[in-house]
């Protein structure tokens, strides 16, 4: 199972922290990825870490993954937040040790938490 938190309501130029934790799976042996769906869009990848990380081009260097794996654990640090980074965001876990850039290739997802860029 998988839980994000960490979302909210922030102004342009702010950042928030999103977390992905698992509980059941070790996430150290999978790759999580991070995905978003804007309203009347289709749901897109943002970024992911297994052995190495990517990033989409709309966040990098705006967005950095980490994890720590005591705490079972992945983190979406977002900084520079614009409106269009408005979504819901998901997290998702495959048991892999390479980037997965592709939604489908996912097993467990978590329920989403909801990231507004507003002023």
């Known amino acids: 199972q998988l839980v994000e938190s960490g979302g909210g309501l922030v102004h342009p130029g702010g950042s928030l922290t999103l977390s992905c934790s698992a509980s059941g799976i070790e996430l150290d042996y999978y790759a999580i990825g991070w995905f978003r769906q804007a309203p009347g869009k289709q749901r897109e990848g943002v970024a992911c870490?297994?052995?190495?990380?990517t990033y989409t081009d709309s966040v990098k260097g705006r967005f950095t993954l980490s994890r720590d794996n005591a705490k079972n654990t992945v983190y979406l640090q977002m900084n520079s937040l614009k409106p269009e980074d408005t979504a819901v965001y998901y997290c998702?876990?495959?048991?892999?040790?390479?980037?997965?850039?592709?939604?489908?290739?996912?097993?467990?997802w978590g329920q989403g938490t909801q990231v507004t860029v507003s002023s």
């Open positions: 870490i297994s052995r190495a990380t």
């Open positions: 998702a876990a495959r048991l892999s040790i390479l980037v997965m850039t592709n939604q489908r290739q996912y097993d467990y």
